[in-house]
């Protein structure tokens, strides 16, 4: 089993990666989320995850029974409530502190939207309301959720499956909410699709191509294969001088720009499955095909990640420290691209044989993911002194001026 996840956020959003401990809870304690505070569960399992600095939920994670989960925006027909409620982050780490495996993890998601509702801005500098989808995983099996208010509709997952910001369930759901039950089969996706703005989101067509460059690999998937599917940035990007400001459409990789193009990914996630556990890789910054995907192991000694980053700029914080390289690099994509892409490949081949050899010996784990997290930090910090900020002045005017102005809010210093 192999899962892949971008998270698509605004600019300046920093992403933190942070280990939860496995926790007992007194019988009558709250759980105060991002926005309103339910009834606690009596014991939390431990968790890996990776959420916006300022919510309580996360966008993807995984915990110690192998369990890992992604979220979607989903834009339907019916208006998502604006009423503070729990967010799609909030019910994937509750499903995550909560469940031992994909299957509960979706009755965990489902009661508690039942019970609870979904809503509440999930935008940061704009306001930004949706529902939500999830694709969820255990090594064993997989299923992708889909929800609407508090209806939602589950299929299971059975060979390859791709997700992104449009409703993609059609007739081969294996439950449905009972709101949504009836006695013959309906196409779900159809039923509740926003087409209008999906055709500015582009959900179906990024959904689609991730489909395909999946099934490119005929059943034979690598962690790699995941990481260029995440670093994919549609078949506009095959021409020799592309650069993300001459994307025309929304990609798996996506870059940000002026007006609505507000989004970018700002942290990636791979997870393998192997007999002797789950690797996750992680980029913890934003722009994966400028990034390195280093190992974490739940268990195993964690990296260190002391400085929690928020919307300032901070010099110690990894993910900022990635933006001084990631926003340099903008101003000559191509050429910085294709200067670390081998080293980077390269870097990223030696992470998986050397993870790989060392499962199974948890004193030589330890030190090869810190070996890991060191070399990729050294990296960055030579791929950072070879950028220089020049303002974005060889990109058009509107796309520096959208960029120079998130460098203002964020307070990001030139590189």
């Not at 999830?134 to 299971?156: K, M, Q, Y």
């Not at 870097?347 to 030190?367: C, H, I, Q, T, Y």
Request: negative net charge.
């Amino acid at each position: 089993m192999l899962f892949a996840k971008n998270s698509d956020r605004e600019r300046n959003e920093a992403q933190a990666l942070e280990f939860k401990p496995a926790a007992e809870h007194e019988a009558d304690a709250g759980l105060p989320c991002t926005y309103i505070t339910i009834p606690q569960a009596r014991r939390t399992h431990a968790c890996l995850i990776s959420r916006p600095f300022w919510m309580w939920g996360a966008e993807m994670g995984a915990n110690e029974h192998g369990v890992v989960i992604g979220n979607e925006a989903m834009h339907s027909l019916i208006a998502p409530s604006e009423t503070p409620a729990l967010t799609g982050m909030d019910l994937l780490r509750l499903a995550l502190e909560r469940a031992a495996s994909a299957a509960e993890a979706v009755d965990v998601i489902t009661m508690l939207l039942e019970a609870y509702g979904q809503g509440g801005n999930c935008g940061y500098l704009h306001q930004f309301f949706y529902h939500n989808g999830f694709l969820i995983a255990d090594g064993r099996e997989a299923f992708v959720l889909e929800t609407i208010g508090r209806s939602w509709a589950c299929e299971r997952v059975r060979d390859e499956r791709a997700l992104s910001n449009a409703y993609s369930i059609g007739r081969g759901y294996e439950r449905v909410s009972n709101d949504l039950a009836q006695p013959e089969r309906f196409d779900f996706a159809e039923r509740f699709i926003d087409v209008e703005r999906d055709g500015v989101s582009f959900g179906r067509g990024r959904c689609a191509r991730g489909g395909q460059l999946l099934a490119t690999h005929d059943g034979k998937l690598t962690p790699q294969a995941m990481m260029a599917v995440l670093r994919d940035h549609g078949a506009e990007s095959e021409t020799p001088a592309w650069a993300p400001e001459k994307t025309e459409r929304r990609s798996i990789c996506m870059h940000a720009a002026e007006s609505a193009r507000r989004s970018q990914t700002t942290a990636s996630w791979v997870s393998e499955w192997m007999p002797q556990g789950v690797v996750h890789w992680v980029t913890a910054s934003a722009a994966p095909s400028l990034s390195l995907f280093k190992p974490i192991v739940l268990g195993a000694e964690a990296p260190d990640g002391a400085y929690t980053p928020t919307d300032p700029f901070c010099r110690q914080a990894r993910w900022w420290k990635h933006e001084l390289w990631h926003r340099g690099a903008l101003c000559n994509y191509a050429e910085h691209l294709a200067a670390i892409a081998p080293e980077r490949d390269a870097l990223e081949a030696k992470f998986a044989s050397d993870v790989r050899e060392a499962m199974g010996s948890p004193a030589r784990l330890n030190r090869v993911i810190a070996a890991c997290w060191q070399d990729a930090d050294e990296a960055e910090t030579r791929w950072r002194a070879g950028v220089r900020h020049d303002g974005y002045a060889r990109c058009s005017e509107a796309y520096a001026a959208s960029w120079a102005e998130l460098d203002r809010l964020g307070m990001a210093p030139p590189a």
